[in-house]
């Protein structure tokens, strides 16, 4: 606009820029990452199956060990997942890497129905293909951009860098492409880790609870409450110890410790494996003020329709066509 009124000889009255709106220019401060590592005290380290295991005891009993569980409990490997990883936690963050995927695409999309009148692909002119060109540069396409893989390396068939004049810019946005790839494997990661725990826990559950039914029965079993009342309550959580212990299937635990930990060492192989072609994003993103001065030098250029032979038409400078100056005057 400004350059419009510049090459119409300033008629009527000169064009304003726009407040910029708020944009977020600098990285947010984020919270700590929540711990998947096993506590050993804390509110969560006996919430879930060690309640589960004491309803297995009689009340008395259960009475007498129950201040002893958390101990009694680090059993092999099952102590190394408890608390572990909150699936409702995991599963909530996926929901929002879900929204994020499609907020993503749809702000995108957006801003291709609004500039779909310019960068209409059924026309060839030098003024429809800059268009296409300027709509496909704020997504992190530019005129020297290669076709990457993962590892930002040169590939043939990779993820195109480059700005093809002959697209609509929905046709070519590696940023938004990247940012989707990586809101759906986080998304998908999140919930298979979150299946995983639900697993391992009701194995281990499982293998806690069938261990305090036999415990159970060898104390109420054969044994007179009466001599119960003559043990001193450290003899008492000994036994019981012993027992459980000796009825706990402790190498189904340990597989599924196992494959608990294979699991999340896969999902951390995964996502680390994301942040390469983020690198590539973070880094081929236009700021908000570059395409302010890329929609202003189109703008400027528009007037001539991105002809080679277009004028100067800025306030000030020559109208002499580029070509016709000398390297000196330029």
Request: charged share 25%; with cysteine.
């Amino acid at each position: 606009m400004l350059a419009d009124w510049e090459a119409s000889g300033r008629k009527g009255t000169q064009p304003r820029n726009a407040p910029e709106p708020a944009v977020i220019d600098k990285p947010p401060r984020y919270g700590p990452v929540n711990s998947i590592k096993w506590s050993g005290t804390g509110e969560d380290a006996d919430s879930w199956w060690i309640s589960g295991i004491l309803g297995e005891f009689p009340d008395w009993l259960a009475l007498i060990v129950g201040p002893s569980f958390q101990h009694l409990l680090r059993l092999g490997k099952a102590h190394e997942i408890t608390p572990g990883f909150k699936q409702e936690d995991g599963r909530n963050m996926a929901e929002a890497w879900r929204l994020i995927a499609g907020e993503t695409t749809k702000g995108s999309d957006e801003f291709t129905d609004a500039i779909s009148t310019i960068t209409d692909t059924r026309g060839n002119s030098e003024w429809q293909r800059a268009m296409r060109a300027f709509g496909q540069s704020v997504w992190g396409s530019t005129e020297w951009g290669r076709a990457l893989d993962e590892n930002r390396n040169r590939a043939d068939t990779g993820r195109s860098w480059r700005t093809n004049h002959d697209l609509p810019p929905s046709g070519r946005r590696p940023v938004v492409d990247v940012l989707k790839k990586t809101a759906d494997t986080i998304q998908e990661t999140l919930d298979h880790l979150a299946q995983v725990s639900d697993t391992t826990r009701a194995t281990t559950e499982r293998c806690g609870k069938e261990a305090a039914r036999a415990t159970a029965k060898d104390f109420t079993g054969g044994l007179d409450l009466r001599d119960v009342t003559k043990l001193a309550v450290g003899a008492i959580v000994g036994e019981v110890m012993l027992s459980f212990r000796s009825h706990m299937d402790q190498a189904t635990v340990d597989a599924a410790v196992d494959h608990y930990h294979s699991e999340f060492d896969a999902a951390a192989d995964k996502l680390i494996k994301l942040v390469p072609e983020l690198e590539e994003a973070i880094l081929s993103a236009p700021t908000y003020r570059s395409e302010i001065a890329r929609a202003q030098g189109f703008g400027a250029r528009s007037l001539n329709e991105f002809k080679q032979e277009h004028s100067w038409q800025r306030g000030g400078e020559s109208l002499i066509p580029w070509k016709a100056r000398s390297p000196e005057t330029q």
